[in-house]
């Protein structure tokens, strides 16, 4: 499969973060995914009461749909904008506290307690401090991931699962010879090297 100049292709944290700042957040969607709408059966699988990972959420708008539904959800970002504004435009109470594992990381919590925003770098997240889930909902994740870091990303993310978790990942077709991402065009074959 050609991924076309993307291979070599690097986003740093502060291009995100600018990204943030300047309102660039074409990725951002208002409304719930309508992919997640028809698949929620898949993911939930007939329970209830789940622990639901989002990586890199941004401010997610499912996240909140999914809690109050009953789950607990989790998701990273390195954004602090996103992650508070996440909060405000839902008009939610949240804390905010160190993550002491994990210099500068700070954790924002509903009050609530059902929400759980870590910003940081999802590279220094384990299982060991956000424990394991039984769904992950990745709509903008492995393809905004840098080409270079995906064997990375794929390996922390079966490590954060349960063994019967459901994943839920969404991807994007594309010529990568027309754009340079992100989003990133990941070919099923690279899903499938990666993930099984």
Same mark, same amino acid.
């Given at each position: 499969?050609?991924?076309?100049?993307? $291979?070599?292709?690097?986003?740093?944290?502060?291009?995100?973060?600018? $990204?943030?700042?300047?309102?660039?957040?074409?990725? %951002? $969607?208002?409304?719930? %995914?309508?992919?997640?709408?028809?698949?929620?059966?898949?993911?939930?699988?007939?329970?209830?009461?789940?622990?639901?990972?989002?990586?890199? *959420?941004?401010?997610?708008?499912?996240?909140?749909?999914?809690?109050?539904?009953?789950?607990?959800?989790?998701?990273?970002?390195?954004?602090?904008?996103?992650?508070?504004?996440?909060?405000?435009? %839902?008009?939610?109470?949240? *804390?905010?506290?160190?993550?002491?594992?994990?210099?500068?990381?700070?954790?924002?919590?509903?009050?609530?307690?059902?929400?759980?925003?870590? *910003?940081?770098?999802?590279?220094?997240?384990?299982?060991?401090?956000?424990?394991?889930?039984?769904?992950?909902?990745?709509?903008?994740?492995?393809?905004?991931?840098?080409? *270079?870091?995906?064997?990375?990303?794929?390996?922390?993310? #079966?490590?954060?699962?349960?063994?019967?978790?459901?994943?839920?990942?969404?991807?994007?077709?594309?010529?990568?010879?027309? %754009? $340079?991402?992100?989003?990133?065009?990941?070919?099923?074959?690279? #899903?499938?090297?990666?993930?099984?």
């Amino acid at each position: 499969s050609d991924v076309g100049s993307q $291979k070599e292709r690097v986003v740093t944290e502060e291009e995100w973060l600018q $990204k943030w700042e300047m309102g660039n957040i074409g990725f %951002h $969607k208002e409304q719930r %995914h309508p992919l997640l709408q028809k698949y929620l059966d898949v993911l939930l699988n007939g329970r209830s009461g789940l622990r639901i990972f989002f990586p890199l *959420c941004g401010k997610a708008v499912e996240m909140k749909w999914l809690a109050d539904m009953g789950h607990s959800v989790v998701g990273v970002e390195v954004s602090e904008q996103a992650v508070k504004d996440f909060f405000s435009e %839902h008009s939610l109470p949240y *804390c905010e506290e160190p993550v002491p594992e994990i210099s500068g990381a700070k954790m924002f919590q509903s009050t609530s307690g059902n929400i759980s925003l870590y *910003c940081c770098s999802i590279y220094d997240l384990s299982s060991s401090i956000v424990g394991k889930f039984d769904g992950v909902w990745d709509r903008g994740a492995l393809v905004a991931v840098n080409p *270079c870091d995906r064997q990375r990303y794929a390996s922390l993310m #079966i490590n954060l699962v349960e063994k019967n978790s459901s994943y839920l990942l969404v991807t994007v077709s594309y010529d990568p010879n027309k %754009h $340079k991402g992100p989003p990133f065009y990941v070919p099923e074959s690279e #899903i499938k090297r990666l993930f099984g």
